[in-house]
């Protein structure tokens, strides 16, 4: 008996009604079929005898029309549907009477999946800043903007695993957890198991690392390069994928504290083959967005022609598709670093006083509005500066024979500055050795990295793609807390 009643359960669970996505549902040519479609409102609004409600259930921008006759559908079970609550619709698709849709549902059967207070739901249909939606992280996912940049950020991280895989690269992960801090000195955030309120001390009255849960400091890893290395130095072509960390104190919109980077390490490679690398990724991401991201990029191009209306003709942004295609387009430009300071010093911009930051001599760091400058105004095409001097450069970058400069490169876009930072790295031990006493790299501690350069070592090169630089392009979005679902940044992490 007991086997009977679950075998009828079990049948009775498989009978359970198939979820149409809206997605389906609005390509479909089946009409008088009967389908489901689950989802959440958008808005509601009542005609006389019918009520229209824009149905959104992520799969797509795009709302599904339900279409509810009060002659069928009795006025007591819509009128709690607000916007927010989740519904469940049977029905027929239609060809769609009004404008704007080509199907719609004409419902048999409604029901509530869970009610959302009107008074309390934060997301009303109408237009809400980003700034408050930030502070609604949790819920928006609902709104058509962060509905559009999750698909397309699902779509771009899958796009960079089919590049590096369709050209024989292994993905490889890298430890998130680090001993090593020869990269972000005073940037990385401490991990520890230590009591801070009762901390172990040595007799020097010093923290004792040794009652640490590694028995030394550790950290979150600010890049996977030094192991990706490792690991291309037997594989050839290697990249990770993953999540980076920097204490950085910089409140900008293009930093966070927790992003994920790309970063691919080839053996056998130049800082020549490495800039083709990275124009080639580059163009196949901003392709593969074109190709398969339509309708987010289309809603994302309209949201941002919205956004910037009030602006002067000349400080609005290119229209979106339209910078896309002309990125595509467009050879990068790719000049040393010497060549961009004397553009920067001599242009009227410096010389009118226009930088925050005025460019005076060879040997300055370059800021964000200076690349910005050599892009957009300059050059008008994304730019590739090369051969930096070596003190504004980390110490595994390879040196140049002028002893001066190293084979770094940075790729710099439109409207983000840097998205791309790399180079070919310092292959002879003698000279990375010289390097890494001269920065005070703690060499001892590197000894595994070290290794690499006297068993087989070979010319290899890399960069890191920020990803969520990479988001800000491919969406016209401008701050970087709108392209990732949660962002850490300094004095928040809520959600
Ligand atoms: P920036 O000068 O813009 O601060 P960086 O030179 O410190 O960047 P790299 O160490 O070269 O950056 O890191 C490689 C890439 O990672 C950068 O080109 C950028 O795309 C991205 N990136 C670096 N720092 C951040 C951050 N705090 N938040 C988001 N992305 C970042
Ligand atoms: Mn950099």
Redesign the pocket.
């Known amino acids: 008996m007991i086997f009977c009643f679950f075998a009828y359960k079990l049948s009775l669970n498989r009978q359970k009604v198939k979820r149409t996505e809206i997605r389906q549902a609005l390509l479909s040519e089946e009409f008088e079929k009967e389908i489901t479609v689950m989802g959440w409102i958008r808005t509601k609004r009542a005609s006389k005898n019918v009520v229209f409600i824009a149905l959104n259930d992520g799969s797509v921008i795009h709302n599904l029309q339900l279409v509810a006759d009060l002659g069928k559908i009795p006025e007591h079970v819509l009128s709690p549907m607000h916007t927010g609550a989740a519904i469940k619709a049977t029905g027929k698709l239609v060809p769609s009477a009004g404008s704007g849709q080509r199907v719609e549902l004409s419902v048999e059967n409604i029901e509530m999946l869970g009610d959302a207070n009107p008074n309390e739901y934060p997301l009303q249909p109408k237009k809400h800043s980003l700034e408050f939606l930030r502070e609604k992280a949790h819920l928006r996912f609902r709104t058509n903007t962060f509905g559009a940049i999750t698909r397309l950020r699902h779509a771009m991280i899958f796009a960079i695993h089919k590049f590096f895989n369709d050209k024989g690269f292994y993905n490889i992960h890298t430890p998130i957890i680090t001993t090593s801090d020869a990269e972000g000195a005073g940037e990385m955030f401490q991990v520890t198991t230590l009591d801070l309120e009762n901390l172990p001390k040595t007799q020097d009255a010093i923290v004792d690392y040794k009652k640490d849960f590694f028995g030394k400091p550790a950290n979150l890893t ?2 996977g390069q030094l192991e990706a290395e490792l690991a291309a130095l037997a594989l050839s072509k290697v990249y990770t994928f993953g999540p ?1 960390f ?1 204490a ?1 104190n ?1 409140n900008t919109s ?4 927790e ?1 994920w ?1 790309i970063e691919p390490e080839v053996a056998f490679f130049d800082i020549h083959d490495n800039m083709d690398l990275a124009e080639e990724m580059l163009k196949y991401l901003i392709r593969y967005a074109l190709e398969f991201c339509a309708d987010d990029l289309a809603f994302l191009s309209k949201r941002l022609i919205e956004e910037e209306k009030n602006k002067k003709a000349e400080d609005r942004s290119m229209e979106l598709i339209e910078k896309l295609n002309f990125v595509l387009e467009s050879p990068f430009i790719r000049i040393s670093y010497t060549e961009a300071v004397d553009i920067l010093k001599n242009s009227n911009h410096n010389k009118k006083g226009r930088f925050v930051y005025p460019v005076e001599s060879w040997g300055v760091d370059l800021q ?1 509005e200076h690349e910005r400058y050599l892009v957009e105004k300059h050059f008008k095409k994304p730019v590739i500066l090369t051969d930096y001097p070596k003190d504004i450069k980390a110490f595994y970058m390879k040196l140049n024979e002028d002893g001066k400069t190293v084979r770094a490169m ?2 710099l876009f439109p409207g983000i ?6 180079s070919q790295r310092e292959e002879d031990y003698d000279k990375l050795m010289q390097r890494m006493m001269e920065m005070h790299i703690p060499h001892q501690q590197m000894w595994w990295y070290l290794e690499t350069r006297k068993f087989g070592t070979v010319p290899h090169a890399g ?8 988001m800000l392009f491919m969406s016209g979005m401008n701050n ?1 807390r709108d392209v990732i679902p949660f962002p850490r940044t300094p004095l928040n992490c809520e959600f």
């Open positions: 600010v890049s980076t920097r950085e910089s293009r930093h966070l504290a992003f980077m964000s940075d790729v500055g840097e998205i791309i930072g790399g960069y890191g793609l920020g990803f969520e630089r990479l970087i």
